[in-house]
Each structure stands twice: as C-alpha cells, then as structure tokens.
C-alpha cells in the first residue's frame, strides 16, 4: 500500500509538472463588440461581428451596427462592395493560425485583408486573441492602426 501511494503521488506530480506549460488553444470564432478609435463616437460600442471558421480559414462579417441605422449603405465601398449594406458585409476574410504567439497580445492570425467600411479600403491584417480581447491591426506599407475588440457574451 505505501509503495502504490508513493507512485500515485509521482504520477500526480509529473502531471501537475507537465499541465503548468499548457494552456488552452483561444477561442477566435465568435461575436465581438467593435469600439469606435477615432472621431466623435471615440471609445463607443461601434458594431458586432461574427468571426466563423471553415477548414482553418477564418473570416467576420457585420451582423448589428450600434451608432448608425441597421440599413447603412457603404457609400464609400468601391466595386462590388459600393452601396451594399453594411450588415452582413465581410470585414476579415482568409485569417489563418500563423503558430506564433505573442505573451502580450496572444494567438496571431494572418494573411487576409480588412475593411475599413467607413473609408471603403482594404488593409493587410493581423489579429490577435487572447481570451475576450481580440487585437485587430491593419497594415498600409509600414502604418498601422490597431484596435482592441471585446467578446460579446
């Protein structure tokens, strides 16, 4: 008995050693609360998106806009996008798990393009998760532009 609870408490220390540097893979697919970073409407819930996956590939689209009305148009879109609604619109699409990870801002995905609605261009994009924050940031050569989202529970 004293050498089945000698082992026992071996195999619980190894386990407890070996569960200290693992942690749960984020979760980026979800609704989250865009806040406003400029302008008048600084530091205001902007809109809510959803981020969906399929087959690793992560895309958001726009389901509720909170300071304009639901039936906005992107009067400043160009080409297919030019005065379609804005709810239901793609944002993000073609985010992958780059595998990196950074300790501040978290799980990096990149390799797709963002849409600023509000000016109708594209940027090159990178985001971040980490637990209920999501740090998006567009690229334009060497400016950038990062927000904070928060998840919608």
């Known amino acids: 008995m004293k050498r089945f609870v000698t082992v026992a408490i071996i195999v619980l220390a190894a386990v407890a050693v070996m569960n200290t540097g693992v942690r749960a893979e984020e979760v980026l697919a979800g609704t989250w609360k865009t806040i406003a970073d400029e ?12 981020i969906f996956e399929k087959d ?12 304009k009305p639901q ?3 992107c009067d400043k879109c160009k080409d297919d996008l030019y005065n379609k609604p804005v709810v239901g619109m793609l944002i993000f699409s073609n985010m992958k798990k780059t ?41 334009l050569a060497f400016f950038y532009r990062t927000q904070k989202w928060y998840r919608v529970k």
Not at 40 to 45: E, F, I, N, Q, W
Not at 115 to 131: A, E, M, Q, R
């Open 39 to 50: 302008g008048p409407d600084k530091g205001k819930a902007k809109s809510h998106l959803v």
């Open 56 to 67: 690793g590939v992560y895309a958001a689209k726009v389901v509720k806009l909170l300071l």
């Open 71 to 73: 039936d906005t148009l």
């Open 99 to 139: 595998g990196n990870v950074d300790k501040k801002f978290g799980e990096e995905y990149a390799g797709g393009k963002i849409l600023d609605p509000d000016n109708g261009k594209f940027y090159t994009c990178k985001i971040w998760v980490k637990g209920d924050i999501l740090t998006v940031r567009g690229y």
